[in-house]
């Protein structure tokens, strides 16, 4: 039986050929600085994806960030999760540190005003 097709799929001798439940890869591009002088130099754009979901479980903790399940001690795009609080995530990449908060729809509505 072939991972991730049904089992009416299967019988109908048809695969599916991607996950259905994995979210799409978000494009990330680096932003080109030119003015006058600056040679063309690349700088990154700045890292903000959304902190979906953690499991606070000591060294074992997880995150959901963008649909991708992050352990402690894991890198993603290059920042390795290093701590795990109720409704945050804390990253460093090289010496800087990043912090990233869960944003419910109860605080999102409370930001716009919404009682």
Known sequence: MAVGASASAVADGRLLHQDPFARPALATQAASVR?????G????????PQLVAVVVAGSDSLVNIDGAIVRMGEEIDGHRLVAVREEEAVFLQGNKRTVLRMRTALKQDRERGRP
């Open 35 to 39: 003015g006058p002088g600056s040679g």
């Open 41 to 48: 130099v690349e700088s990154a754009p700045a890292w903000s």
